[in-house]
């Protein structure tokens, strides 16, 4: 009588891939070891909160737009900035909030100022249209000169009041902070601003994989930023989409890019929209074609929401 054999234990499923499966596609066969974890796991996280932790987070009536990157220096801020003035500039009702704790450059981009109603926001320069701005780390502080990534993150209680005076609002987000996470989980879009380059793009891999696994519903879109040309954007995008469909088994959308121009950085110097300091350059014209496109998707995205239930959207604490 032959011996029955053991039973194998179930092998676990698992959700998407690491940067060392997909890395031959973005290094054209090189292989490469991350040295850190590129989820960076909640020891690493800025408050120590576990991943996917945070406060639930669900505003049907607000269109939020979140703009994130997968390094610091993406030009995120850059592009959340000047896509809030634009929607303001096309007589959308628009507000801003911030929930980059490491770099928490856009209250200095758009002059933000305290509000003298006693609501705990802020307004905007008037050159940026006088926008009702939030900051997720505990309000504005000029007394002290105290910081927003000073603080402890305590809740999102500014975009909720953002949302409330605003039918669009645009959220500059980091990849790593914990309101960002609950931001994605509520946004009905999120741009990951990406640059060429194997690095990069692997660094904006990852950020796709932590959006999508919070954002099991919302759209993901793509800007190339400081691209040589149109064809290198382009490449960067199919470079990715391949990627996320092959390993996250998730579509994102081609949003453009910004093509690479001093007159940028310039803009930001001077804190003065795009649009205004330079309207007829290339740059504003990218900022314009991508926002066309957002504003194409708001209708969408905005049934989308009314379809999409409450538990669907896992937006439940600890998620």
Same mark, same amino acid.
């Given at each position: 009588?032959?011996? +029955?054999?053991?039973?194998?234990?179930?092998r676990?499923?698992?959700?998407?891939?690491?940067l060392?499966?997909?890395?031959?596609i973005?290094?054209?066969?090189a292989?490469?070891n991350?040295?850190?974890?590129?989820?960076?796991?909640?020891?690493?996280?800025?408050?120590?909160?576990?991943?996917?932790?945070?406060?639930?987070?669900?505003?049907?009536?607000?269109?939020?737009?979140?703009i994130?990157?997968?390094?610091?220096?993406?030009?995120?801020?850059?592009?959340?900035?000047?896509?809030?003035?634009?929607?303001?500039a096309?007589?959308?009702?628009?507000?801003? !909030?911030?929930a980059?704790?490491?770099?928490?450059?856009?209250?200095?981009m758009?002059?933000?100022v305290?509000?003298?109603?006693?609501?705990?926001?802020?307004?905007?320069?008037?050159?940026?249209?006088?926008?009702?701005?939030?900051?997720?780390?505990?309000?504005?502080?000029?007394?002290?000169?105290?910081?927003p990534?000073?603080?402890?993150?305590?809740?999102?209680?500014?975009?909720?009041?953002?949302?409330?005076?605003?039918?669009?609002v645009?959220?500059?987000?980091?990849?790593?902070? +914990?309101?960002?996470?609950?931001?994605?989980?509520?946004?009905?879009?999120?741009? !990951?601003?990406?640059?060429?380059?194997?690095?990069?793009?692997?660094?904006?891999?990852?950020?796709?994989?932590? !959006?999508r696994?919070?954002?099991?519903?919302?759209?993901?879109?793509?800007?190339?930023?400081?691209?040589?040309?149109?064809a290198?954007?382009?490449k960067?995008?199919?470079?990715?989409? +391949?990627?996320?469909?092959?390993?996250?088994?998730?579509?994102?959308?081609?949003?453009?890019y910004?093509?690479?121009?001093?007159?940028?950085?310039?803009?930001?110097?001077?804190?003065?929209?795009?649009a205004?300091?330079?309207?007829?350059?290339?740059?504003?014209k990218?900022?314009?074609?991508?926002?066309?496109?957002?504003?194409?998707?708001?209708?969408?995205?905005?049934?989308?929401?009314? +379809?999409?239930?409450?538990?669907?959207?896992?937006?439940?604490?600890?998620?």
């Open positions: 009588m032959m011996s +029955e054999r053991p039973s194998r234990p179930a676990r499923r698992k959700l998407g891939r690491g060392a499966e997909v890395s031959h973005f290094l054209s066969g292989e490469k991350l040295k850190d974890d590129p989820d960076r796991d909640s020891d690493n996280a800025p408050n120590g909160a576990p991943d996917g932790g945070g406060e639930a987070l669900w505003l049907p009536d607000a269109n939020l737009i979140s994130t990157s997968g390094e610091k220096i993406q030009g995120k801020t850059f592009l959340a900035a000047n896509l809030a003035f634009g929607l303001f096309e007589g959308k009702s628009v507000g801003i !909030v911030n980059d704790s490491e770099k928490p450059d856009i209250l200095d758009i002059s933000a305290p509000s003298e109603s006693g609501d705990g926001l802020a307004i905007a320069s008037p050159r940026f249209g006088g926008l009702p701005v939030g900051d997720a780390f505990g309000g504005f502080d000029p007394v002290t000169g105290e910081s990534g000073d603080r402890k993150v305590s809740s999102l209680a500014a975009l909720e009041a953002v949302a409330g005076r605003a039918q669009s645009v959220i500059d987000t980091s990849p790593w902070a +914990e309101p960002g996470r609950a931001v994605w989980s509520a946004a009905g879009l999120t741009l !990951v601003v990406a640059r060429a380059g194997s690095d990069a793009m692997q660094a904006s891999y990852v950020t796709v994989k932590r !959006v696994s919070m954002s099991p519903v919302g759209r993901i879109g793509l800007v190339v930023n400081m691209a040589s040309s149109r290198e954007a382009h960067c995008f199919r470079k990715m989409s +391949e990627v996320c469909r092959r390993f996250l088994k998730t579509n994102i959308r081609d949003y453009g910004i093509v690479q121009s001093e007159i940028a950085g310039e803009a930001c110097r001077k804190a003065v929209p795009l205004q300091a330079y309207p007829e350059s290339a740059a504003t990218c900022i314009h074609s991508i926002l066309k496109l957002i504003m194409m998707d708001e209708s969408a995205i905005a049934r989308r929401r009314r +379809e999409v239930t409450f538990k669907t959207c896992a937006l439940r604490e600890g998620r």
